[in-house]
Structures are given as C-alpha cells and as structure tokens.
C-alpha cells in the first residue's frame, strides 16, 4: 500500500492511500475536520470523517500531476512509468503550486 500526507496551506489535511487491491481513499484528518470543517482541498470533496473511495485516483489529485513535457521530464528523471499515477503523485506533488501537496509517507511497500 502507498499513502501520501496531503497539506493544504501547510496544514495536514488528510491521508491519501492506494490499497493493494489498486482502490484509493482519502480520509481527512480528525484534527483537520474539527479546527477546519469549511476548508475542503476540493468543491468534490468536502470536508467530512467518512473517507472517500475509488477504483480511480481522484479527479483532483490526477490534476495535480504534471502533464506533457513536464510529465515526460518526471517519468524519465523517476524512472517511473506515466501511468503510475500514484507513483507521479507521489514523487512530483510535495511543492505544487497552489495549496494543497501530497507527501509520500516513509516506510511503504515497495520503496
């Protein structure tokens, strides 16, 4: 399994996971759902203890991967195939522009 912490504004908002089953699942943080239930990373998204699941990776965060030339520059740099969205995520998402990164969590399969 991969996991990511995702920030918003620096703050961490939640865990993004791709299981082993190859499902992904956003839970927002609890401390994150008590001192912000109006700061949702996306409108698709909202805030909320329940997690969010999906045999794809969220529309949001497969927006935040790089895409042409970028993608091609990470791909080779990474050594990581284009269609290892999680993988790209990972690897490329920390420092985004804009609010919200995604950092891997240390200590996952495969690493």
Request: aromatic share 12%.
């Amino acid at each position: 399994m991969r996991q990511g912490k995702v920030r918003y504004k620096g703050i961490l908002a939640g865990i993004l996971k791709e299981t082993n089953d190859g499902e992904y699942v956003f839970t927002y943080d609890a401390q994150y759902v008590r001192d912000y239930p109006n700061a949702f990373i996306t409108f698709s998204m909202p805030v909320r203890l329940e997690p969010y699941t999906d045999k794809r990776l969220f529309p949001f965060f497969e927006g935040l991967i790089p895409e042409g030339w970028l993608l091609d520059i990470a791909s080779k740099s990474w050594k990581i195939n284009k269609n290892d969205r999680m993988g790209l995520l990972l690897a490329c998402c920390q420092h985004c522009i804009g609010a919200v990164g995604v950092e891997p969590i240390e200590g996952q399969d495969g690493e």
